[in-house]
């Protein structure tokens, strides 16, 4: 029954009390030299590379911080440019909401909701979902079970923590922490679901079982979503499922702790999802935002639904039919804020070597081509090396 990660608890239990006598010096330690990084900081310059270095050796992420009593947000934090007043917000449209439930209806409701899910995925690249059969209580538990990981005892915790994307199971704070020009207010747990099945035993206990259920809701719900969409593109209902679009799943648990200075940093900087297609799960905070005709609009979380969003991989095989928008998560003073982002895509080796490119079904003399063939691989490496720059990654891949 024991994976390894089960031993590596069991056998850390044992050693706490020392392991956290060792780490709060360390963390205070840390803690002070990143204020006193503050205090200079307009002098000197500062040791960027060393601030990120210390947030990463402590293993305890943005939430450690938090915990220590920080009233001010480390200098690494700071974004230049940062626009995130409501007054640049746009309050007047919201994305399409689709009620799934009438699929199960007679009649002509699946070709009015194949016409909907056509105009959001062309127009807004997203739309939010109600009626999509994963009951409330299977969302309500995998927001807890997200909330239980990150704020469970920090040692444990920290066993998980890594930066080796080769894993399949790890959790760590801004996946592209050294190559990021500013630092997201934000943990995440990353799990690696499909298509290679996943020893159960290596997801942390405080959330294993909630896992697991949702994410077997979200691969059903998924090949709803597939099929809608093939038929969008006016292709058979099994186009994009039989070109493995479906098969892939990776989740980020994120953790977004309340920040003393919300204006001065993100949640998570403006970008585009580098998969297929997201379902994402939100929690009733708020702060996620959509850059829509040249304006950031709020995504307000409604109860039960679930947000829906194209990858920049559907951009790429749609040419530009359908979009990967530009969204972001704004740091709050109020919070935690949680969210399960669950991508549709291959990751790393082998299946992400498959090769995608502009479907030839939508490509014609006055359409042609504009990407290269690629593999989901170069993708998410191009991805992972340029980290969220605010530059579409797909830019990249243009003939
Ligand atoms: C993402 C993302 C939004 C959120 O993980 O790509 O956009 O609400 N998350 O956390
Ligand atoms: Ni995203």
């Known amino acids: 029954m024991c994976g390894p990660n089960y031993n590596v608890n069991q056998q850390f239990s044992i050693t706490r009390s020392q392991r956290t006598t060792l780490s709060e010096r360390k963390w205070k330690k840390m803690v002070t030299t990143i204020e006193e990084g503050n205090q200079v900081e307009h002098e000197s310059g500062y040791d960027r590379q060393r601030e990120l270095k210390l947030l990463d050796d402590s293993k305890s992420g943005v939430k450690g911080l938090v915990d220590a009593g920080l009233s001010k ?5 700071i974004h230049d440019n940062l626009n ?4 640049a917000t746009n309050h007047n449209v919201t994305i399409p909401v689709l009620d799934l439930g009438s699929l199960h209806q007679q009649g002509s409701s699946r070709h009015e909701t194949i016409e909907k899910v056509k105009d959001a995925c062309e127009k807004w690249g997203f739309f939010q979902v109600v009626n999509h059969d994963i009951p409330q209580s299977v969302l309500d538990e995998m927001l807890d079970g997200v909330r239980r990981f990150h704020e469970q005892d920090a040692e444990v915790k920290r066993e998980f923590y890594s930066r080796d994307i080769t894993k399949r199971v790890y959790y760590n704070t801004n996946f592209d922490l050294y190559t990021t020009p500013g630092v997201n207010w934000r943990d995440t747990l990353s799990c690696v679901l499909a298509p290679r099945p996943l020893d159960p035993y290596l997801l942390p206990s405080t959330c294993r079982d909630i896992i697991i259920k949702y994410a077997e809701y979200v691969k059903k719900l998924g090949l709803v979503l597939f099929e809608l969409i093939s038929e969008a593109l006016g292709l058979n209902p099994n186009y994009l499922k039989d070109i493995d679009c479906a098969e892939g799943l ?5 953790y977004y702790p309340p920040c003393p200075e919300p204006e001065l940093t993100m949640g998570t900087s403006g970008h585009w999802d580098s998969g297929f297609l997201t379902v994402l799960l939100q929690d009733q905070v708020g702060g996620l935002q959509v ?3 040249n304006q950031w609009t709020d995504i307000t979380p409604i109860p039960g639904a679930l947000i829906i969003n194209l990858g920049d991989m559907m951009q790429l095989i ?4 359908f979009v990967s928008s530009k969204h972001r998560v704004l740091a709050q003073k109020i919070g935690p804020r949680v969210s399960v982002a669950c991508f549709f895509r291959q990751h790393l080796q082998p299946e992400a070597s498959k090769v995608y490119g502009p479907i030839k079904e939508l490509v014609t003399e006055e359409n042609p081509a504009i990407y290269k063939d690629i593999r989901v691989k170069d993708l998410i490496t191009h991805y992972y090396a340029k980290g969220l720059d605010g530059v579409s990654a797909l830019e990249h891949f243009k003939l």
């Open 84 to 87: 995130t007043s409501s007054s």
């Open 291 to 293: 850059f829509y005709e």
């Open 318 to 321: 749609t040419n530009d039919k």
């Open 73 to 77: 947000i480390p200098r690494i934090f």
């Open 250 to 254: 990776f989740m980020l648990n994120h």
